[in-house]
């Protein structure tokens, strides 16, 4: 069965400092993955995905992830943080043949201080 | 376009009552998701729909929950009765055809029981 670890339950980090938030998932073939961010009191927003090709992906506001079949990993990174970024952050993982259901991670709340 | 439309966006209501939630998919969108947050269990989905029929509703957490999607721009999810652990934040998402396609997620209700 799939399943989605985020090991990080809470983040904090200082405005301007890198970032790189974990997730590690269980899936016997390619995953369908993707990062979605909750900001308070909204709904899910996606900041990317990965179904296939480079291995690199690029997302909104600055966000990539970087798949590593050999880790079973999708980590979120950026290079710079900005305040705005404090939110929720949920990794998920689809099947790749129907990516109708998405198993979403317990998520990371992420802390900005100035 | 609105993005997904749920309402109400705040529900309080006493145990043993019935609460109805609204749900409208984006414009073309042909699948449709509901989903539970809470803190406890994070994101549950509890049912998805593709071209108004339902699909998968293994998450529906008992027979007091019921969910109907009557056309391509309506689904309601009701509870009847309502307890105390139902309160949580319940989340509509909508997705286009097309494989791989993220979805999109509406507000959410919070919902409370007392």
Redesign the interface.
């Given at each position: 069965a799939q399943s989605v670890t985020q090991p990080d339950i809470h983040i904090t980090v200082s405005e301007g400092a890198s970032l790189e938030l974990r997730c590690n998932y269980s899936y016997g073939a390619t995953p369908?993955l993707?990062w979605?961010v909750q900001s308070p009191?909204?709904?899910?927003?996606?900041l990317l995905?990965y179904?296939s090709g480079d291995t690199l992906v690029q997302g909104i506001k600055g966000f990539e992830a970087e798949f590593k079949r050999s880790q079973s990993s999708f980590n979120l990174r950026k290079p710079s943080v900005h305040w705005s970024d404090a939110a929720e952050y949920?990794c998920a993982v689809?099947r790749s043949?129907n990516?109708?259901?998405?198993i979403?991670?317990?998520?990371t709340r992420l802390q900005v201080f100035p | 376009d609105a993005g997904v439309i749920q309402s109400p966006r705040h529900e309080v209501t006493e145990m043993g009552q019935e609460v109805t939630l609204r749900c409208k998919p984006i414009s073309g969108h042909n699948s449709l998701f509901w989903y539970r947050q809470t803190m406890m269990r994070g994101l549950e989905l509890l049912i998805y729909f593709n071209n108004n029929v339902p699909i998968d509703d293994s998450g529906m957490p008992e027979d007091r929950f019921s969910a109907k999607m009557p056309n391509a721009s309506f689904s309601t999810l009701k509870i009847q009765p309502s307890e105390p652990r139902d309160s949580a934040v319940y989340f509509c998402a909508s997705r286009s055809p097309g494989q791989g396609d993220e979805q999109y997620f509406g507000p959410g209700t919070r919902l409370t029981v007392t």
């Amino acid at each position: 069965a799939q399943s989605v670890t985020q090991p990080d339950i809470h983040i904090t980090v200082s405005e301007g400092a890198s970032l790189e938030l974990r997730c590690n998932y269980s899936y016997g073939a390619t995953p369908y993955l993707f990062w979605y961010v909750q900001s308070p009191g909204q709904g899910l927003q996606l900041l990317l995905k990965y179904f296939s090709g480079d291995t690199l992906v690029q997302g909104i506001k600055g966000f990539e992830a970087e798949f590593k079949r050999s880790q079973s990993s999708f980590n979120l990174r950026k290079p710079s943080v900005h305040w705005s970024d404090a939110a929720e952050y949920f990794c998920a993982v689809g099947r790749s043949y129907n990516t109708d259901k998405l198993i979403f991670g317990t998520g990371t709340r992420l802390q900005v201080f100035p | 376009d609105a993005g997904v439309i749920q309402s109400p966006r705040h529900e309080v209501t006493e145990m043993g009552q019935e609460v109805t939630l609204r749900c409208k998919p984006i414009s073309g969108h042909n699948s449709l998701f509901w989903y539970r947050q809470t803190m406890m269990r994070g994101l549950e989905l509890l049912i998805y729909f593709n071209n108004n029929v339902p699909i998968d509703d293994s998450g529906m957490p008992e027979d007091r929950f019921s969910a109907k999607m009557p056309n391509a721009s309506f689904s309601t999810l009701k509870i009847q009765p309502s307890e105390p652990r139902d309160s949580a934040v319940y989340f509509c998402a909508s997705r286009s055809p097309g494989q791989g396609d993220e979805q999109y997620f509406g507000p959410g209700t919070r919902l409370t029981v007392t």
